[in-house]
């Protein structure tokens, strides 16, 4: 339960980065960026690593560039899942799930135990 909780607040600081950053990123409101966190964690837990076993070939023929692929879809898929969540193009989404990384990366880094 802790970790889930901390892949939620890991994941809000993390949309409300990227929302900073974008103009192609958008919330209605802080409840939606919450609810995208918590929709975007589960996939993250879920789908994401159904996604990275299926398209292994795939990812070792592009050097792993295709995982960031996948990262974006996730990502576009969260979004199109929570209510009040905006992102207006998959490239938006492509380059805000590259920052996204490393924005989990560094906030997680704050959270070891």
């Known amino acids: 339960m802790k970790k889930i909780l901390r892949n939620i607040i ?3 600081v993390s949309l409300w980065v990227i929302d900073m950053l974008f103009t ?3 919330f209605t409101s802080m409840s ?7 929709i975007l964690a589960l996939l993250n837990s ?3 690593p159904v996604l990275k076993i299926m398209t292994v070939p795939v990812s070792i023929l592009t050097l792993g560039f295709f995982s960031l692929i996948v990262n974006a ?3 576009v898929l969260a979004f199109s899942l929570s209510e009040g ?4 193009s998959f490239f938006t989404a492509f380059i805000a799930s590259i920052i996204l990384a490393f924005v ?3 906030v997680e880094g704050l959270f070891k135990d």
Do not use: K, Q
């Open 10 to 12: 890991v994941e809000t």
């Open 46 to 48: 879920t789908v994401r």
């Open 32 to 38: 939606s960026m919450i609810t995208t966190a918590v």
């Open 73 to 75: 879809v996730v990502l």
């Open 85 to 88: 969540a905006y992102i207006d």
């Open 24 to 26: 192609g990123i958008a």
């Open 104 to 106: 989990n990366g560094a």
